[in-house]
């Protein structure tokens, strides 16, 4: 979209009717996207297969999800909200009800390969939300936006619950419904900001222009650690808790679930922090909490401080993730939005989809997770130091 529509277009009403159609749209995509995770414990004993084969398994939507973030983020700018919203809802029925009918590993792989769609409809809601709202009001709308991840706790909280009382389709059938009904409703009410209209510039021209853009790179690094960090425990938790702490499969889930709801909750947080005290403050206490926290879990200590842990990693990641958003909304002209959403929101999808692969890898080659999580926490000093000297100074010069 080319131009950021004046306030005085858009009602509160009409704001408000766009951020929640949004939001709810954003966190169907993304119970699809999660489906695979929760149920990782049932294939995994089902099929025969080892950790780095669920790793995989449940790894592999995040990686289409956050590439093909770039793609809808681009045609966002170029078409609108609204209409990639619909129709990204709509194909993503199909990749959910061939998962209904999988029965091998290949069958899976491939189904995942497809959801990540869902997982990529990020890029479309941030720019769409964005052109409603003034630029004092972008980080909490954003935030509010984020929220959606929620869909990420839906999953862990209800497919298992679903698989067993009515057997292992019926999730897959019940989210196809969801999402079809979702891009039905977001074709026919679903709105694009007033004053917004569409961008003849090409794909190519358009990652090109977002990707050279300093604020692009600094920001991918960050939402890689941030986002990527909180994707990655999101599915990987489950797994991590029956190993370490010989949790059952519904306990783990349950568990799992508890810290994506928090991160999620607190993500308007951050977004409303920043837009009082600056994104790159709040960036770097975030990433301090990380690394503090990283340390303790990677010793492996009893329930009760890894519970304490674990959700206040939870917390930070969530307002990083707020921050994110509205340091960039604030800095990137509406008329790259999608585009640089795109690059920065695929970084933190390829940031969730390595650790669990890594993490499986280690826990095979040693037995213990220590390794993968002492290197979470030399990323998130590395990223403090960062936000804190470079970031922090510069927006106050």
């Given at each position: 979209?080319t131009?950021a529509?004046p306030?005085s277009?858009?009602?509160?009403?009409s704001r408000?009717t766009?951020?929640?159609?949004?939001?709810l749209?954003?966190?169907?995509?993304?119970?699809?996207?999660?489906?695979l995770?929760?149920?990782g414990?049932?294939?995994?004993e089902?099929?025969?297969?080892?950790a780095a084969?669920?790793?995989?398994?449940?790894a592999v939507?995040?990686?289409?999800?956050?590439?093909?973030r770039?793609?809808?983020?681009?045609l966002?700018?170029?078409?609108?909200?609204r209409?990639?919203?619909g129709?990204?809802s709509?194909?993503?029925?199909?990749?959910v009800?061939?998962?209904?009918?999988?029965v091998?590993y290949p069958?899976?792989?491939?189904?995942g390969?497809?959801?990540?769609?869902t997982?990529a409809t990020?890029?479309?809601?941030?720019p769409?939300v964005?052109?409603w709202?003034p630029?004092?009001?972008?980080?909490l709308a954003l935030?509010v936006f984020?929220m959606?991840n929620?869909?990420?706790?839906?999953s862990g909280?209800?497919?298992?619950w679903?698989?067993g009382e009515?057997?292992g389709?019926?999730?897959?059938?019940?989210?196809a419904?969801?999402l079809?009904?979702?891009?039905v409703?977001?074709?026919?009410?679903g709105?694009d900001?007033?004053?917004?209209?569409?961008s003849?510039?090409?794909?190519?021209r358009k990652?090109v222009?977002?990707?050279?853009?300093?604020?692009?790179a600094?920001?991918?690094g960050?939402?890689a650690?941030?986002?990527?960090?909180?994707?990655?425990?999101?599915?990987y938790?489950?797994l991590?808790?029956q190993?370490v702490?010989g949790?059952?499969?519904?306990?783990?889930?349950a568990r799992a679930a508890?810290?994506?709801v928090?991160?999620?909750?607190v993500?308007?947080?951050?977004g409303?922090l920043?837009d009082?005290?600056g994104?790159?403050?709040?960036?770097?206490?975030v990433?301090l909490v990380?690394?503090?926290c990283a340390i303790v879990?990677s010793f492996?200590p009893?329930?009760p401080?890894a519970?304490?842990g674990f959700?206040?990693m939870a917390a930070?990641?969530g307002?990083?993730?707020?921050?994110?958003?509205a340091i960039?909304?604030?800095v990137?002209?509406?008329a790259?939005v999608?585009?640089v959403t795109?690059?920065?929101?695929a970084a933190g999808?390829?940031?969730?989809?390595?650790?669990?692969i890594?993490?499986?890898?280690?826990?095979?080659?040693?037995?213990?997770y220590s390794?993968g999580l002492?290197?979470?926490?030399?990323m998130?000093?590395?990223?403090f130091?960062y936000c804190?000297f470079i970031?922090?100074?510069r927006?106050?010069?």
């Amino acid at each position: 979209m080319t131009a950021a529509p004046p306030a005085s277009l858009a009602s509160r009403s009409s704001r408000v009717t766009a951020l929640v159609l949004a939001t709810l749209a954003f966190a169907v995509n993304f119970w699809a996207w999660a489906l695979l995770s929760p149920l990782g414990p049932v294939y995994q004993e089902s099929l025969g297969l080892s950790a780095a084969e669920v790793s995989v398994l449940v790894a592999v939507p995040v990686i289409v999800g956050s590439l093909g973030r770039v793609v809808l983020g681009a045609l966002t700018d170029r078409f609108g909200g609204r209409m990639v919203f619909g129709v990204a809802s709509l194909l993503g029925v199909v990749p959910v009800v061939f998962l209904a009918f999988a029965v091998s590993y290949p069958m899976l792989l491939a189904g995942g390969l497809l959801l990540g769609l869902t997982g990529a409809t990020f890029a479309i809601g941030v720019p769409f939300v964005n052109a409603w709202f003034p630029p004092e009001r972008r980080g909490l709308a954003l935030g509010v936006f984020g929220m959606g991840n929620i869909g990420t706790a839906i999953s862990g909280f209800v497919t298992p619950w679903l698989a067993g009382e009515f057997g292992g389709r019926a999730p897959f059938f019940v989210v196809a419904v969801a999402l079809a009904v979702t891009g039905v409703v977001f074709l026919l009410v679903g709105r694009d900001a007033p004053g917004a209209r569409p961008s003849g510039e090409s794909f190519l021209r358009k990652f090109v222009s977002a990707a050279r853009m300093r604020v692009t790179a600094e920001l991918a690094g960050i939402y890689a650690l941030t986002f990527g960090g909180f994707v990655a425990f999101g599915v990987y938790l489950p797994l991590y808790l029956q190993s370490v702490y010989g949790l059952t499969v519904a306990d783990a889930a349950a568990r799992a679930a508890g810290f994506v709801v928090l991160a999620t909750l607190v993500r308007p947080v951050g977004g409303w922090l920043s837009d009082r005290v600056g994104g790159e403050v709040v960036l770097s206490w975030v990433l301090l909490v990380v690394f503090g926290c990283a340390i303790v879990v990677s010793f492996e200590p009893g329930m009760p401080l890894a519970t304490a842990g674990f959700l206040s990693m939870a917390a930070a990641l969530g307002l990083g993730n707020g921050a994110v958003f509205a340091i960039l909304g604030r800095v990137v002209p509406v008329a790259r939005v999608g585009s640089v959403t795109g690059v920065v929101g695929a970084a933190g999808g390829l940031g969730g989809f390595l650790p669990p692969i890594v993490m499986g890898l280690i826990f095979q080659a040693t037995g213990s997770y220590s390794i993968g999580l002492m290197l979470l926490a030399a990323m998130a000093f590395g990223a403090f130091v960062y936000c804190w000297f470079i970031l922090r100074v510069r927006a106050r010069s």
